[in-house]
């Protein structure tokens, strides 16, 4: 058995930086079970599988609000870790102690890892480490994550520490210890028969834990002497009693830092950062900045590099299905295997593929916008936006990328603060209409509203963010009630991203990407063929219109014939619509045996109205999301009843509102 | 006075936190305790939320959730 290490600290702290430097390339990331909260191993490198690292979230404190916060307490409570190594960020020690005071309450052996040492030091300011050792009693190892400096004294310090038993500290004085003294005579023994540290479960009844005055069986007896302590406790400090812990701890480390923090002025890197900000969240030009930050991303991944690279790729593709066809062909292998090889797998999972320079570029400037800490600065500017509909400032960069592509903007979700942000922000995304829809557009438009091309794009666009809007009031309301996790958020100097961080974070995602195009995406492709390539008595046919896909397409038909469109064609585009959304307009093409723009354009005109083309056009915006998006969904949310859920309210909603629109539009025209 | 009132650039000292549940304690925390010094850097280009300074770090929080901080003004020594 590998003993088990904890990485714990709070946000921006350089913990990923260190975990990426004690573990190397051997981590594996994965979810905490049932929350969307990443949750990262790795093995310690020269200790191959004999120290394990679990990296937990970046948390403040570990109170039990927040998924992160309790998935993180839970760790520490059950798994029962061999070590913590709790990180902080030697600029700013003050904060970053609070957590490592309710660590120490955990009776676990701990060592103290004082990051950022550099900034420190270059700023003339000095931290008496040797003093720090003595009244924190644990090991105290300074080091500067970001230029690899340290790393070996953490892992000696490791080595050193991690069969010692901790070292019980009986920190601080005044009324709120003599109340931790008196009632953890009362619950000691009980707490010591479940295995739980005592003086975070005395903690805990302080702050009114009703789970923990439960399961420690508190009777009532008890728990009218522990209210009676309580009183004495609030009375003698003047303050009640959650205030008065949180000030406990907080004058202990303002007389820790008094001893043993010297700094005399602001660091380097603070100081930047307000000039920095001066601009990037200046009161006039701090939004039209973003805007343009935001443009030039995309202009770099979707026109500049992407669109090239995809092109590159996609003929790549093109190219080794050709040889691999033409090899199969050669060696009369049977046709509907070359077919399911060629039209089904290689052209299902290779157009997805085909996506991934788009999301290596895009996620290569999210992690550099992360990193530098800029994006708790777009969360600063753009809060006040969002707010209305229950989400914070975190969430627009995501939905902005929405306008791109889906797939990236949910796998972005991951670095919002809270699990209710990340699962709302997944559910409206996909509204924001993607690029992959354009052509859908483009054709409709053609066919019916040449004249009116630009206002139609901007309603639809405008449909898209209102529906987005209308549904978060909605969920906000039914599904994630209760009180979204306050707003209150540190805003970190401006660092210079480490190369290696940034490319261990895009090559995740692109592993991610590949595994979902393998799996979720490998299998899709192999039905929708299927579908589309046989009819019920199981043979190969010529004719698209004769395939199990059309006469599904057929059957459900009339379900959209409140929306103005019950023609079988309309639906069965619909239906592959979900591999990708490009398509729809493949298929209407091919289902319409339409051989040039012209005839295309009029065989739509048999199939829609004007209206309904436009209510097909909000239809197709809003509806659930491609295969690819789908996957992200399934994997970012951890669950697939959750993410069928999803894409079941986004198809409803496309279908009401669809339906709303034909509906008044066919009274008033 | 309360937090949310106070001009940029002003220096003031906390007396007290209000709210409940997880807004208060997530303040406290965050080491907004009575006494605590902070200074009010910004307002946010749409009038919120606030950037302000303790600590030695820079903390972002809304006028609605500063408006329960109870301070008042410290002269610059």
């Known amino acids: ?669 | 006075m309360t937090l949310d009132e106070i001009q940029p650039g002003k220096k003031v000292v906390i007396k007290s936190v209000g709210g409940q549940g997880l807004l208060r304690r997530r303040l406290l925390e965050m080491g907004l305790t009575p006494k605590t010094k902070v200074m009010v850097r910004k307002v946010a280009p749409m009038g919120d939320p606030i950037e302000v300074f303790l600590r030695s770090y820079v903390l972002t929080l809304r006028k609605d959730d500063a408006s329960k901080i109870a301070v008042e003004e410290v002269k610059d020594e």
């Open chain 1, 1 to 669: 058995m590998s003993k088990k290490i904890a990485l714990i600290g709070n946000q921006n702290c350089g913990k990923t930086t260190l975990f990426n430097a004690l573990t190397g390339s051997s981590q594996h990331v994965g979810n905490f079970p049932g929350v969307t909260v990443e949750q990262k191993r790795g093995f310690i490198k020269k200790h191959k599988e004999d120290y394990e690292l679990i990296d937990l979230p970046g948390i403040y404190s570990l109170s039990p609000y927040t998924s992160e916060e309790i998935v993180s307490t839970q760790f520490l409570l059950e798994e029962h870790p061999d070590l913590i190594i709790d990180i902080i960020d030697a600029t700013n020690i003050e904060r970053n102690l609070y957590l490592t005071m309710q660590l120490m309450e955990l009776n676990i052996p701990m060592i103290l890892v004082l990051n950022m040492m550099d900034e420190v030091i270059q700023s003339g300011n000095c931290i008496d480490i040797d003093g720090l050792q003595e009244r924190m009693g644990m090991k105290v190892i300074p080091i500067s994550a970001s230029k690899n400096e340290g790393i070996e004294d953490v892992i000696t310090a490791i080595e050193k520490t991690i069969d010692q038993p901790a070292r019980h500290l009986d920190l601080c004085s005044g009324p709120v210890h003599k109340a931790i003294h008196a009632i953890s005579h009362i619950v000691e023994q009980k707490a010591h028969d479940l295995g739980l540290p005592v003086r975070y479960c005395v903690t805990k009844l302080i702050e009114g834990d009703t789970n923990m005055y439960k399961r420690l069986y508190v009777n009532d007896n008890d728990k009218h002497i522990i209210e009676h302590i309580l009183e004495g406790m609030e009375n003698e400090s003047g303050t009640d009693r959650e205030a008065a812990l949180v000030d406990m701890r907080y004058s202990f480390i303002e007389e820790v830092c008094y001893y043993c923090v010297f700094s005399e002025s602001a660091t380097k890197e603070q100081v930047r950062s307000e000039k920095i900000d001066r601009l990037l969240t200046h009161k006039y030009f701090g939004i039209p900045i973003f805007i343009g930050i935001m443009l030039l991303i995309f202009y770099f991944t979707f026109s500049l590099l992407g669109a090239p690279l995809q092109d590159l790729l996609d003929q790549g593709i093109t190219f080794l299905s050709d040889s691999l066809l033409h090899f199969l062909e050669i060696n009369d292998v049977a046709y509907w295997l070359r077919a399911l090889i060629g039209d089904g797998i290689l052209a299902g999972v290779g157009s997805v593929l085909s996506f991934l320079p788009v999301i290596v570029i895009l996620f290569f400037f999210l992690s550099l916008l992360e990193d530098s800490g800029y994006m708790a600065r777009v969360a600063f500017v753009m809060d006040k936006a969002l707010r209305k509909i229950g989400l914070s400032g975190r969430s627009f960069v995501p939905m902005l990328i929405g306008f791109g592509c889906s797939v990236p903007a949910i796998m972005a979700t991951r670095t919002l603060a809270s699990d209710r942000d990340r699962k709302m922000t997944i559910v409206l995304t996909p509204f924001m209409s993607c690029s992959a829809k354009l052509p859908i557009y483009g054709m409709i438009i053609a066919a019916f509203f040449p004249s009116k091309a630009a206002l139609v794009m901007i309603t639809i666009y405008c449909i898209g963010i209102l529906v987005a809007i209308v549904s978060a009031v909605f969920l906000k309301k039914t599904v994630f009630l209760g009180e979204p996790v306050p707003f209150v958020m540190e805003l970190p100097a401006y660092r210079i991203p480490t190369f290696k961080n940034v490319l261990l974070n895009v090559w995740d995602k692109a592993k991610d990407f590949i595994h979902k195009a393998f799996t979720v995406i490998f299998i899709a492709s192999i039905v929708i063929w299927f579908l589309q390539s046989f009819n019920f008595t199981f043979d190969m046919i010529e004719d698209s219109s004769q395939s199990i896909l059309a006469a599904i397409g057929s059957y459900v038909a009339p379900i959209f014939k409140p929306l103005g469109f019950d023609d079988w064609r309309a639906s069965t585009a619909l239906m592959t619509g979900i591999t990708a959304k490009e398509s729809v307009v493949s298929t209407l093409t091919v289902l319409t045996q339409a051989s040039s723009t012209v005839s295309l354009n009029n065989a739509l005109a048999t199939i829609f109205t004007p209206l309904s083309a436009f209510t097909y056009l909000v239809f197709t915006v809003l509806y659930m999301p491609c295969i690819a998006a789908f996957a992200a969904t399934k994997r970012e949310l951890c669950s697939w009843i959750q993410a069928i859920l999803t894409v079941s309210f986004q198809t409803g909603m496309a279908y009401l509102v669809a339906l709303l629109i034909y509906q008044i539009g066919s009274v008033i025209l």
